[in-house]
């Protein structure tokens, strides 16, 4: 078996640049490794990772590594691989299996290499590493104390395989922790898609209708940054609840098929697949740009653009031009893939610090108790969550009041009224 396979390994000096700048914006991740180094949890365990090989990924990776695990990591999309990233950890002695711009095969080799490597807890995004292990290794299920997924397209995937009742091994949830899904999927994915719309296109957000798809966590940070930067948003939705909540927060909401016409920017954040579809395209103005932040790249149905078009043109990186019959051109970023990382460096490492510290004191969490735990999803416990936030508002030099005996019994009573 191959120790790695990365792009280029003479990218290991870049990557380690990167890789120090994420740790000084890392504070409770750093500081999680700083312990994990003198009490090694980890000290002879396998960990099988399968995340975005990004900055923010390496420091994670080498917290669990200070902690004694031996780590081997593959990429979580074909497309959102640093190289310079990947070389440094592969330098380091971690087993990468990672580069951008897999194709299909690739991408599953390396999980393969990932699955080989005979991981006991498994680190994944999107829950493709843990599918596999369902589909073609059943001979390991017990072998996996506890997996941990990063991503709600994946607690929804692994949800969906505990109801079937062919989960083989405990999962924790790390979406569902408030630390994470407040933050990461809210601030992070709200700056970092803009972000990626604009190192991609570099068109002015001011005055561009944007329409976001999906009023979710990811959708409601979209939304938000994209009207700091002066756009009118439109807000897409199924569920009357989001629906509701988009428009008292000031959104226009309306079905996809009128906001078709109006869009210059469409932005899909649902998890949901065919969600921008022919019917839509061809309503579109001319120039209009697509984009996706969602997991997978279905939201946007790429066939019924291939299909639609009679050719199609690189304009430049990450800006893919679709022509249609009647002269009109519509852009697709990324190839449909996550925006933020495929055309940007992906969540600031700030965020990343809070998601990653879960998913590190998750790993924790299964050494200690994972033989209580059945085949279930679980949520991040609450003291968990709770670490990661008092961390979180120590690093930022933050304090807050704390109930006193009186008011905790206060809120414990029912017997108090007007
Ligand atoms: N780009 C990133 O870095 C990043 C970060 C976090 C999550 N994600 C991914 O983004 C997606 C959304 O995550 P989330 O946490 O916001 O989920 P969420 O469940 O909070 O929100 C999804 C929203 O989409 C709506 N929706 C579903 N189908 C729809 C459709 N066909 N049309 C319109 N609206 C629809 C749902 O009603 C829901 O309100 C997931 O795939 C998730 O894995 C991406």
Redesign the pocket.
Known sequence: MEDYRVADIGLAGEGEKLIRWAEAHMPVLMKIRGRFSDERPFEGIRIGCCL?VTKETAVLIRTLVAGGAEVALCGSNPLSTNDAVAAALAEGGVHVFAWRGQSRDDYYWCIEQVIGHGPSLVHDD?ADLIATIHERHGGLLDRITCGFEE????VLRLKAMEEEGVLGFPIIAV?EARTK?LF??RY??GQ??VDGIMRATSVLLAGKTVVV????????GIAMRARGLGARVVV????PV?ALEAVMDGYRVMP?SEAARLGDIFI?????E??IRREHMELMKDGAILAN????NV?IWIPDLEELAVGKEQVKPCVEAYLLPDGRKLYLLGEGR????VCAD??PPDVMDMSFSNQALCAEYAIKHGGELEPRVYLVPEEVDMAVAKLKLEALGVRIDELTPEQEAYLASWRLGT
């Open positions: 975005h999107g991503t709600t397209t994946g979406n899904r990461d999927n992070g994915t970092s898609v798809c999906g009023y979710g966590w990811c959708g409601r897409c939705e199924v569920d989001k996809l899909t954040a649902t998890g949901c065919k969600v932040a969602g997991h997978f939201e996550l925006v933020n990382l992906g969540h």
